[in-house]
């Protein structure tokens, strides 16, 4: 009897979590659908997906995202229309109920006209031979994606298999050094152009569709193309960090980490999620920001520096409530850049402070580095890479300061 309780169990586990009979690019098709909520990633799989050979255990995980997410007022409507449109071209009538009852969601035109032509032909939207959503339990694989995540083992920094890998392998042969990554991404870019397997206290590897070499089914197959030893900046994509709920311990510890001990590369990625987010941002991390922009700005010059610099006056310029002005005017008077200065110089968002008074001003002596380390230690050692080696393919690379600054900036073009 336990035994077959037992069998009744695993069956269970492998219905609501197909993810073992995918294929390994599959695999990261997979968790790019289940976790990200962005549209570019999901428009990426949908470029990079054969409709000829791509699996119906896929199908069925992308089509349980669109149902998913079709019915969760927190995702954008671009997103709704990405995963619509990706079970709309690579998928059959089996997901007609689907994107039927989803079409509404997308505001798309033609999903729309799509729906409307399957309901002309009365076509029944119960039949056992759809996809029923509900089948796959999209909950079941991030759960499995974040424990995968927490229970990895972190190996030595002298025996990293990281190390192992060469540009030029192949996807499969990558996963036999490294087995399965910790995390996916499309590395920020709008075509599938590139894959990053991130891998937990390790770093990141790079993979590119190489044309001039095909599967048995005639599909490019993915190469090595970089390999970035830097355990840090990763952890921003791990699911415990992604998934996790704000403000927890894990979060916090991560966010101190890369503005104490990171690299211009973790910086500036955090400074833009923190930016963009609409929770408050604690006060003791704006600050130890703060510092590490006042002890960089004066020297930078170089492109991929300039830009997390910049990102982090716009996110202490938008939430530090006029705590940071004095810091601000300082950079927007003394740095190099002319992009640096003139993000620096914009428009301070004094929401939060005292009517008509200026708040307590932030300097560098505020900042109990000493405490801070010993509270927040450095999760994985300080990263021995350079930054330029750790810079990944971004679409949100800062522009010219497109507002009106204040000072004697102009918004600059370099």
């Not at 995963?83 to 509404?104: H, I, S």
């Not at 620096?344 to 560098?364: D, E």
């Amino acid at each position: 009897m336990k035994s077959f309780i037992k069998l009744m169990v695993v069956a269970l586990v492998l219905i609501s979590f197909p993810c073992q009979a995918l294929t390994p690019l599959e695999w990261c098709f997979a968790y790019i659908v289940a976790v990200k909520t962005n549209p570019n990633p999901i428009k990426a799989v949908n470029g990079a997906a054969n409709e000829d050979t791509i699996s119906q255990e896929f199908l069925d995980i992308a089509a349980e995202a669109t149902w998913e997410r079709a019915n969760d007022p927190n995702i954008d409507v671009e997103t709704k229309k990405s995963l619509w449109l990706l079970v709309q071209d690579l998928g059959g009538p089996r997901y007609r109920k689907v994107l039927v009852k989803t079409a509404e969601a997308t505001k798309d035109g033609v999903a729309r006209t799509v729906a409307k032509n399957i309901r002309r032909k009365r076509l029944d939207l119960n039949s056992p031979d759809l996809y029923q959503p509900g089948t796959v339990s999209l909950n079941a694989m991030r759960q499995r994606y974040i424990e995968d995540a927490r229970n990895a083992r972190v190996p030595d920094a002298a025996a990293r298999p990281l190390l192992k890998v060469k540009p030029g392998q192949k996807l499969e042969d990558v996963l036999s050094i490294m087995g399965y990554p910790q995390a996916v991404d499309t590395s920020g870019i709008y075509q599938w152009s590139h894959i990053s397997l991130l891998y937990r206290g390790q770093g990141a590897i790079v993979l590119r569709p190489d044309r001039n070499l095909k599967s048995v089914k005639g599909d490019p197959l993915w190469v090595v193309g970089k390999v970035v030893e830097d355990p840090l900046t990763q952890e921003l994509d791990m699911p415990y960090i992604v998934l996790a709920e704000g403000g927890s311990d894990i979060v916090t510890n991560l966010h101190f980490n890369v503005f104490l001990y990171g690299n211009n590369v973790g910086a500036k990625r955090l400074a833009q999620r923190l930016y963009h987010s609409t929770s408050p941002v604690d006060s003791n991390l704006l600050d130890v920001a703060a510092l590490y922009l006042e002890n960089k700005y004066k020297a930078a010059t170089e492109t991929w520096e300039v830009d997390a610099l910049s990102w982090i006056c716009r996110l202490l310029r938008s939430k530090g409530a006029g705590r940071y002005e004095t810091l601000l005017k300082t950079v927007n008077r003394d740095a190099q850049s002319l992009k640096l200065r003139s993000y620096a110089g914009l428009k301070l968002n004094r929401k939060g402070g005292a009517l008509g008074k200026l708040p307590t001003q932030y300097v560098a002596s505020m900042v109990d580095v000493g405490s801070l380390q010993k509270k927040y230690p450095p999760l994985y050692g300080v990263s021995k890479s350079t930054e330029e080696a750790t810079e990944m393919p971004e679409d949100d690379e800062l522009p010219a300061a497109e507002e009106t600054p204040e000072g004697n900036a102009s918004p600059a073009t370099e």
